[in-house]
């Protein structure tokens, strides 16, 4: 979502979701009230999860962009 400053167009949950994203990916650690958002509404499985995921993804993109590999082209068909 390309917004500058935080995502506050969708709904609470999608908000919820950018907020971490964003966190996560800018900051590096959840601020304590984004956590303490996220396991009040998803528990401490879900919540972990997408922490989990977040990170992972953080952790791709930069393993690709710093290992400068690049995208395959497209087949013509």
Do not use: H, K, W
Request: glycine share 6%; proline share 3%.
């Amino acid at each position: 979502i390309g917004v500058d400053g935080p995502v506050t167009g969708l709904d609470e949950e999608g908000n919820l979701l950018c907020r971490v994203a964003d966190e996560i990916s800018r900051d590096v650690r959840l601020s304590d009230a984004a956590l303490s958002q996220i396991l009040r509404r998803y528990g401490t499985r879900q919540a972990t999860e997408l922490i989990l995921c977040c990170s992972y993804f953080n952790m791709l993109s930069r393993f690709l962009e710093s290992t400068r590999v690049t995208l395959e082209s497209e087949p013509v068909l």
